[in-house]
């Protein structure tokens, strides 16, 4: 359990048996553990004060060593298309952005799970940042709390997708740990992690006994194109990530989502729309074409293709009998679309 800048433990995050721990000398019986726990995960409530069914006296001696502590949302961006990008700050001065995308009838919150990116993807504004600081499984929940709680989306239908800052697979227990929290109250058919390729960090998801879906930032049809975009993930040849998702365990109907940055006369060919269902033959995938988003910190020489050239890829693939969708981003005009993050320090702010 992490400690608030008053030395009080956080309850964010806090698993069972660190709340009886807690609460070993007020009140021990394990109906009060489990009270504290609903009300955190499924309540997600803001303090101790919304623990509205714990008595006021057992409130006050818990108040004595705990609090309920998480990232303060510090800025809000909302882009034409409703969209919104939210910072958040933690204790120590990092701050990290995550974005809500409300749609019909349900919304999407997309997470951040580092303050920063060691895997430095050239289309990428948070791996052209470097690396930053992980965040801890209850860092990323409480990014989670914080957001449902702002944007008022307590009891709606939520997608929640670990497409933000960082690489959630190099941060593994944290994830698996986030994962947990959320399960209680997100389905995990409707979590989504997003990894860059990390093959040993699949392998470990795979051993877990619940899984969120799967999402694979794939963005090359060649190792060399690959090496040079990703570099971080280039350590893990394709053809060790083609077997990674070949032994990945799916449940029925579920299908690996192929994410699939295109730029402009890099990995936009009919070649690389030939090579592409090849390399994805047999395997059950869904594919999602994302026209790069630029930024002022990327290379120049960066462009997305035409919507022309998209689309002629686009029907390639799905000629080839892949199932195929291209992903509009959202939230472009304020830089909340993929690829778009950034982290930042409070003191940098100014
Ligand atoms: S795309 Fe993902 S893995 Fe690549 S640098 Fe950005 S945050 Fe990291």
Redesign the pocket.
């Given at each position: 359990m992490t400690r608030s800048p008053d030395l009080r433990y956080n309850l964010v995050g806090a698993t069972r048996s660190e709340i009886a721990a807690l609460l070993g000398d007020i009140d021990p019986r394990p109906y009060r553990v489990e009270q504290v726990y609903h009300w955190m995960v499924r309540r997600l409530a803001a303090s101790l004060d919304d623990m509205t069914s714990l008595p006021k006296a057992l409130r006050l001696s818990l108040a004595a060593r705990a609090v309920v502590h998480d990232p303060v949302i510090v800025e809000e961006l909302k882009a034409s298309d409703g969209t919104v990008k939210l910072a958040l700050g933690y204790d120590d001065g990092v701050v990290i952005e995550a974005v809500v995308m409300a749609m019909e009838g349900h919304a999407t919150i997309c997470l951040?799970s580092?303050a920063?990116?060691?895997?430095?993807?050239r289309?990428?504004?948070?791996?052209?940042f470097g690396p930053g600081r992980h965040l801890s499984g209850g860092e990323i929940f409480g990014q989670y709390r914080a957001i449902v709680r702002y944007a008022n989306l307590v009891g709606r239908p939520l997608n929640v997708v670990f497409?933000?800052?960082?690489?959630p697979l190099?941060n593994f227990d944290a994830l698996a740990r986030s994962l947990e929290l959320l399960a209680e109250t997100v389905s995990l058919r409707r979590v989504t992690v997003?990894?860059?390729g990390i093959v040993p960090g699949l392998e470990r998801l795979a051993r877990l006994d619940r899984r969120p879906n799967l999402a694979v930032?794939l963005n090359a049809t060649t190792q060399k194109q690959r090496s040079y975009l990703?570099p971080?993930?280039a350590r893990w040849p394709l053809s060790e990530l083609l077997a990674a998702l070949r032994a990945y365990p799916l449940e029925r109907g579920r299908r690996i989502t192929i994410e699939y940055?295109l730029l402009e006369g890099f990995n936009d060919s009919p070649e690389d729309a030939r090579r592409l269902p090849l390399l994805l033959r047999g395997l059950p995938v869904k594919v999602n074409l994302i026209p790069f988003n630029p930024d002022s910190v990327h290379l120049p020489g960066l462009v997305a293709p035409g919507d022309e050239r998209i689309n002629a890829f686009a029907a390639q693939l799905a000629a080839a009998h892949l199932n195929v969708t291209v992903r509009w981003s959202k939230g472009r005009d304020v830089g909340a679309a993929?690829?778009q993050?950034r982290s930042r320090h409070v003191t940098d702010r100014a």
């Open positions: 951040s580092q920063g990116c060691a895997v430095g993807c289309f990428c504004v948070t791996g052209a497409m933000g800052m960082g690489e190099l997003s990894t860059s930032s990703m971080g993930a940055v993929c690829g993050l």
